[in-house]
């Protein structure tokens, strides 16, 4: 069975950095696209970028400019680089994966707070 492990979640300072990874357990070929998502409390999960195999990206309005999705192959990872981090980005962030057959794997979730 496919695995989605996220990390990098934390604590930070408004204008500060993180960055999240997200680890196939099997092989990132398994995917045709692969994202990130988040969701905070009492608001529905939403999208904040995704990459394809092919290595397109496509980004939320509100982080476009300050978050970069990348992928490497090599290691099955999918990384989210997050600079000038806001308060409003505070949120559970996950990973997600759809494979060529359209089936969807989750993460588990990496908590990300940033404080003003």
């Known amino acids: 069975q496919v695995q989605l492990v996220e990390s990098g979640g934390g604590l930070v300072q408004a204008g500060g950095s993180l960055r999240l990874s997200c680890v196939v357990s099997?092989?990132?070929?398994?995917?045709?696209?692969m994202g990130w998502y988040r969701q905070a409390p009492g608001k529905q999960r939403e999208l904040v970028a995704t990459i394809t195999s092919g290595g397109s990206t496509n980004y939320a309005d509100s982080v476009k400019g300050r978050f970069t999705i990348s992928r490497d192959n090599a290691k099955n990872t999918v990384y989210l680089q997050m600079n000038s981090l806001k308060p409003e980005d505070t949120a559970v962030y996950y990973c997600?994966?759809?494979?060529?057959?359209?089936?969807?794997?989750w993460g588990q979730g990496t908590q990300v707070t940033v404080s003003s």
């Open positions: 099997g092989t990132i070929f398994s995917f045709n696209a």
């Open positions: 997600n994966g759809v494979t060529w057959s359209k089936r969807e794997f």
